[in-house]
């Protein structure tokens, strides 16, 4: 049995665990009520799970191959008892390759969503509190990615490293921190001129704490709901990469999927190999999009509270 | 008469010397091909004695506010000293900054926009003490409630766990003084504090006030453009002009018997609650000239009455007129 | 007969909170040529009542009562005939207006256009109009190709009240003219509107927090609180400390007066009730010093004190008593409580 030993919490994190409680219930209500959010909320549950125990839950290990009764590749199958989304040309399980893919699609898209967030927002922040030259030079970065069209790059970038998931990863995050940076410098910048942060210079605050205490935490609404966003266009990049065959090749993803079936040219016939990566990825991107409509109509009203 | 400013009656009980404080802010942009500048706070000199209440007093973009901050370090002077009980504090950076931080605080107009929307009352006053590492974690917030209690916010624990926006104007302004005046400060700027209250709410304000600088002996510098507040408040009041001081003095005595043809202008434009009172004319002609082009001599002249050619020619100096009385017009006007 | 009359006006507006009772039951007058002053701290429901005689109110209220203007009552009337009357008859100048002007028309061009807009007469008249009014609130001709942004605050505000004339209308609504206006500012707009008012026999009905520049334009005073009027009369006597009810008796307290900077402020302890729940008693009640049992329970009438004066108190016979007490700090500052 584990002691944790006892923390004597100050009365003010007291005051802020149950301010954060009552919030976090609120918030739980509102989701609940909007229908958006909820909808957005389930699919992507959904899907996580299936991503985390996706090993356990497989009928056939994804990459076996089945033969019938005459020892010849069940090749191309249509949905039966036995394979319920049908076979691929290789004679491999969809549904388990569907359930794997899970995990590289929803890799891909955590991991660049964390970057993201951890390179786009910084940078942010700190260009919209400094201003001046900081700014200018931050500014001027971001100004020439934003020259660099999006798939293109990727082709490019895979032709030097070679393809994978993790090309996939670098060329997304740096296409797309650009604009996180930008949404969130530019409400930095009006949140700097505020009363509370020359207060907050006054009282001796340094600037770390000043961004990070007064000013991040009033963007995270936003850079959330930015977040969610940038998460959709994450998985529709890897997708048409991965479809165009410059994008994972070593771990199994929907885009995979279907860049199989285009290849070896069952795309025209075999519709239960393309609809369920396909419908998946798309159903994805949108659980995403209401998740990120719902925080967003979730969080204003609170920001209006005078 | 004395005279001379530069003959340094240094009084002991003196807080704050200001000696020729200069901000000018670049304009962007040219205008009929030279650059030119904005000087919001321009050659400003005077003196804040310890325990007093100073009144900075004038219209919009006279430079006040601008000067409320620079002495409160959130703004850099262009030129010019701040001495802070004998040390000049206009170069401190860095450590020497954060610990002079903890004698001078300041207060804002907006009650709202002044405190961080996400942080409680408890935590929005127990900051300061934190920034600065004082005592206990037990120390800090007993001493946050105490400080609550001081300004009025009684009582104190059913306010800890408000939001800035559970509270009323009143109470806002409250709390923003409570975390100015938890660290002890010796010396309090109160830049428009009551501006956005309701009247029936000023007065309590003012008093807390008030009662800072009789009890916990906080001197203070109160910056408004009401010039019926000042009035009831300070000791002492500066009238400032473009980024200038015209006149200072006894605060009854600047009101009731100006020198200077601004201040006298300025005066008589407040509105009296009392309706017999009624208004002469006021006696200052146009509107404030575009501070980027400034006339030149005395910056009054175009709107004066009595303007003459000197004026036009020679800037006026502040000159004393009485013993604590000082005008910047080379035709005070006489009582 | 009074140009414009309020008997019981009411206007509730629809919240998620409940029914929101902005104007509560208000009667008023306001003869030709008279200025009346709608004096209330934030809240009050003044701005609503502006509203509700243009009948710029927001679809989900309901308003209720009589608003009579020249005779005729314009809570009757629908959207067509508003407009007839909207910026003819009536005219509004707001707070911000200043900030209303178009920013890439000259602003002698606006008041054309104002003009051209109520009647037919050809664009030489109209300038030749234009400038007039122009000179009348005391900016020069040459104003009239001026750019918005290349005019001060008092002066885009001046041009407001030009427009507002360009109709000469019977009424001027001026909601907070002045407010974030410097001085020396204030003092010119409210002698030129002293002076049109006189000139012109406008009548002015004039909304305002300060009770200083109600206290040197207005004829006549009306204090609200809470969505009602407590006390309204005549300035020369409500404003003197010949108050009868205690909310106007702390208002007096609570404004510094330059004449006499050191006379001591008192404020009133507690903040303005919320509109929404109804309150069986005085609006006041828990705010004033003197208030009993009678006022937590009963609400007190609109009466009849004098010619011209009325008070909604349950007590204008203790007039004199509440009139020296309230005069104390003691009486409103109880010792404990926040001051």
Known sequence: MIRFPKIRLSTNTKIMLGNYKKGFRKVTREFIKSKLALTGIVILSVFSSVAVFSPHIVPYSPDMIHYDENGRVLSLLPPTKDHIMGTTFMGQDVFSQLLDGARGTLLVAFLSGLAILLIGANVGLIAGYYKGAIDALLMRVVDTLYGIPDLPFILIIALFIGPSIWTVILVVVLILWRTMARIIRSQTLSLSERPFVKAAKASGAGDFRIIYLHIAPNVASLIFAQLAIMVGFVIILESSASFLGVGSADIRTWGQMLQYVFVTGAIRHAWWWTLPPGACIALLVMSVFFLSKGIENITNPELERR | MDKRWGQRLVRTSTLIRVENLTKIFPFKGRMLGKKKSIRAVDNVSFEVRKGEIYGLAGESGCGKSTLGELLVNLQRPTSGSIYVDGQEITNYRGRMLKKFRRKMQIIFQDPYQSLDPRYTVLGTVMEPLNIHHIGSLKFREEKAIETLDKVGLRPPIRYLAKLPGDLSGGERQRLCIARASVLDPEFLVADEPVSMLDVSIRAGILELLKKLREKEKVTGLFISHDLATIGYLTDRIAIMYLGKIVEEGPTVEVIQKPFHPYSRALISAVPSPNPDVKRSEVKARGTIPDPIDLPSGCRFRTRCEYAQRKCSDMEPQLENVSKEHRVACFYPLSS | ?????????????????????????????????????????????????????????????????????????????NEHEMTRIRGKEISLITQSAMNALDPVQRVGNQIVEAIRTHRKCSRGEARKEACELLELVGLEKRRFKNYAHELSGGQRQRVIIAMALVSSPKLVIADEPTTGLDVIMEFRILEHLRKLQSDLKLSILLISHDISITAQLAHKIAIMYAGKIMEYGPVSEVLKQKAYHPYTLGLLNAFPDIKNPRNELISIPGSPCDLVCEIKGCRFHERCPFSTEECFIKEPEWLNIKEGHYVRCHYPDKMEIFQKLSRERSTWIKDGDSD
């Open chain 3, 1 to 77: 007969m009074p140009l414009l009359v309020f008997r019981d006006l009411e206007v509730h507006y629809r919240t998620y909170a409940g029914m929101l009772r902005a104007v509560d039951g208000i009667s008023l007058d306001l003869d030709r040529g008279e200025i009346l002053g709608l004096v209330g701290e934030s809240g009050c429901g003044k701005s609503t009542v502006a509203k509700s005689i243009m009948r710029l109110l927001p679809s989900d209220s309901i308003i209720k009562g009589t608003i009579s203007f020249n005779g005729d009552n314009l809570v009757e009337k």
